[in-house]
């Protein structure tokens, strides 16, 4: 029995750990910072010689320091108008890498029967590679509008909304738990940015990974140091 709120690099509150995987039914993660690496929308500006100023409103949409998220996104995928469509795939091939322990817990997740949800508000260019090589369940994203090959720097409206922001995520994994039959609180939100505050809080248990100032101070679980295995430790297999 884990009796200190504090491990080395790992925090929690809320909670009284050991808790058990299989008494969940779902875990949604977050994509961009979280399950990968970098964030891809500024890997594609840096491509085009933008990447300081996408990446300077990236950083204040993740601090929750722009209210509106979907203008704020909308801004930053227009700066990629002209992008050529291969750029995509050289973002993927070249700079995708997933973070530590992410295979780790999403392989315990299945084995425990969970649903591996992943909802961003990143593009389905990359979450299309991401589901299957990771084996995730279900997704959530935005499409990026090409013609003759390159980016308009517009988004495709989608059969359930316009843009994947934090209230949509929060939706989409709502949605996942009633057609699974379950509440809210058997489910795991993993994210890092303030977009991801909405689903974080809906859920039976938050995970802030390597998480934003904003995020920290509200989630069950912090991991500060190492990956996202260290979840592991305080929701046992």
């Keep these: 029995m884990l009796h200190p709120s504090s491990l080395p690099g790992l925090q929690w509150r809320g909670i009284a750990p050991p808790l058990r995987l299989s008494d969940f039914k779902v875990i949604a993660f977050d994509m961009d910072s979280t399950l990968i690496s970098i964030e891809t ?104 509008e090409i013609q003759e090959g390159r980016l308009t720097g517009r988004l495709v409206p989608q059969a359930w909304g316009d843009i994947c922001d934090g209230e949509e995520k929060r939706r989409k994994l709502a949605e996942v738990c009633a057609g699974l039959g379950v509440g809210l609180e058997r489910a795991i939100a993993v994210g890092d940015g303030a977009n991801d505050l909405p689903m974080m809080r809906a859920a039976g248990v938050s995970v802030g990974y390597h998480a934003k100032p904003a995020v920290r101070q509200e989630v069950n679980i912090e991991i500060n140091e190492g990956g996202l295995e260290r979840v592991l430790e305080l929701i046992l297999i």
């Excluded at 320091?65 to 227009?78: F, G, H």
């Excluded at 992008?83 to 425990?112: H, S, T």
Aim: charged content about 25%; hydrophobic content about 50%; glycine content about 8%.
């Design 41 to 144: 929308l500024d890997e594609m500006a840096d491509l085009m010689g933008k990447k300081a100023e996408v990446a300077a409103l990236t950083e204040a949409a993740m601090r929750g320091e722009i209210v509106d998220y979907k203008q704020s996104l909308r801004a930053r995928v227009a700066l990629l108008a002209g992008m050529p469509e291969a750029f995509l795939d050289e973002v993927y091939d070249q700079r995708v890498r997933i973070n530590p322990g992410a295979e780790a817990l999403i392989a315990a997740c299945k084995a425990a029967g969970l649903t591996c949800l992943l909802v961003t508000g990143g593009f389905t260019c990359f979450t299309d590679k991401l589901r299957v090589r990771l084996g995730l369940d279900d997704v959530r994203a935005n499409v990026l």
